[in-house]
């Protein structure tokens, strides 16, 4: 049976959206599980275990939006060769993208693991929660493959234009993971350990019921053993999408990650505070993410197919839904932040201080929302180089200084600190809708030469 939806046929905005939808609700319920970790020690263990927690998966986060981004590649590449109709480069791609990622997954499980303690040092974790941090970080790297090959399994059917089977074996995941998180910390009481565990088993057996089901479907195209082998061409063109889009999005998160060792520095209230809200704005742009990966592999087929202005179009319709999602987020967060934060702490100070931070956080919802849509266009369009400079012009100059000197010159409030982060994506916003003003005007040039 094949599961796939044309993406360069029919209602342009239908196709955003179907496909969109499910690749939302895998997101959604990917962040859901990972907040469940927090909930779950929450209820039976105190702010040391509840930092950790929220360190070490900051650190893993960032770790898997890299893997994502290269994964990118292997969707753009698919989704070309797809829309151009040609299903040889399209086995071809998926033989090399799993050549390809097998040997990364695997220098980087050697080198992490390793690295668990001087990790968590660099995040100047606080003291009372070094060891239960170095504890999760251990147990999540050694499941890096898991990691590794449930986004390149992903990529492959989104490429294809399925986005449909990866939110199954996301929600294989999060079943898992939630079952076990009250396993291992409510009743055996395996604190940071206990999380880290659930989620690295939730994995494994979501990669096993892919493997399961990508023997039994069809995608339009045969992989056979032979496609099996590292292709110079195919490499090559997987990476040149796929590596400055990782490198964008480790960049955005080492920006994060600085922000929680400022917060980690000012004590443990404030960096449970911040743990928290980061994890309540990882839902949050679940709408923007989804919709970048969505327009990425639409217009990856379309421009394969020749149908540049279904692409455009495509572009237009997330910005409409995406920015009106972020201000949906901005504005709830303004008066209703403690139903958020709430969630996650009965602690009253750690209550006010992720108030404060989620109220000046929560606009960068709306201005992500822009450049996220934008990103995903210039992706599929194979001009990932446009989102690489945009982030890194933003975090250089506001995110990373802005949140510093925040912290700096407003010792006693969170709020100031808060604004760095929509700063940075207004100005990564307005870089994006110039370039693309850029390009169109080429466009045109050219059609009229």
Aim: with cysteine; proline share 3%.
């Amino acid at each position: 049976m094949r599961e796939k939806r044309s993406l360069t046929e029919g209602s342009v905005g239908q196709n955003l959206i179907w496909f969109a939808l499910p690749y939302l609700l895998s997101c959604f319920m990917q962040t859901f599980y990972g907040m469940a970790d927090l909930f779950v020690v929450g209820l039976y263990n105190g702010s040391q275990t509840t930092t950790a927690v929220s360190i070490g998966s900051q650190v893993i986060h960032m770790l898997t939006v890299i893997i994502v981004g290269f994964a990118m590649g292997a969707t753009v590449r698919i989704g070309r060769s797809v829309g151009a109709g040609d299903q040889k480069a399209a086995a071809g791609a998926v033989g090399t993208g799993v050549v390809l990622f097998a040997g990364f997954a695997a220098v980087l499980t050697a080198a992490l693991v390793l690295l668990a303690s001087p990790i968590a040092q660099v995040m100047m974790t606080p003291k009372e929660a070094v060891e239960e941090t170095v504890s999760y970080l251990r147990i999540c790297f050694a499941g890096i493959p898991f990691i590794t090959a449930y986004n390149v399994i992903s990529s492959i059917f989104r490429g294809a234009g399925d986005s449909k089977h990866p939110m199954y074996f996301v929600g294989i995941a999060c079943g898992v993971n939630i079952f076990l998180d009250f396993l291992f910390i409510g009743v055996f009481h395996m604190g940071a350990a206990g999380a880290a565990l659930g989620t690295v088993c939730g994995q494994g057996v979501s990669v096993a019921a892919a493997l399961f089901v990508m023997g039994k479907i069809d995608l339009g195209f045969r992989v056979k053993r032979k496609d099996f082998r590292l292709q110079r061409e195919m490499a090559c063109d997987i990476l040149k999408v796929g590596m400055p889009i990782a490198l964008q999005d480790g960049l955005i998160q080492v920006a994060f990650i600085l922000i929680t060792v400022i917060a980690n520095s000012r004590g443990l209230i404030v960096s449970a505070g911040v743990g928290i809200v980061e994890k309540i704005i990882s839902f949050m742009f679940l709408v923007p993410s989804a919709f970048l990966s969505a327009i990425s592999a639409i217009t990856a087929q379309n421009m394969g197919a020749g149908r540049a202005e279904r692409a455009r179009r495509t572009l237009t319709y997330g910005l409409g839904i995406t920015m009106g999602w972020g201000i949906f987020c901005s504005i709830y967060s303004q008066f209703l932040p403690q139903t958020l934060v709430g969630l996650f702490t009965r602690d009253t100070m750690v209550l006010a201080a992720g108030c404060t931070y989620l109220r000046s956080y929560s606009f960068d919802c709306f201005f992500a929302g822009i450049h996220f849509c934008f990103s995903g266009y210039f992706c599929g369009a194979q001009k990932s180089g446009i989102s690489f400079l945009h982030n890194i012009v933003s975090i250089l100059l506001v995110r990373i200084p802005g949140a510093y000197l925040a912290s700096m010159y407003f010792p006693d409030s969170l709020y100031p600190m808060g604004l760095a982060a929509p700063l940075g994506s207004l100005l990564s916003s307005v870089i994006c809708v110039l370039f693309y003003l850029y390009y169109g005007k080429k466009e045109r040039e050219r059609l009229q030469v």
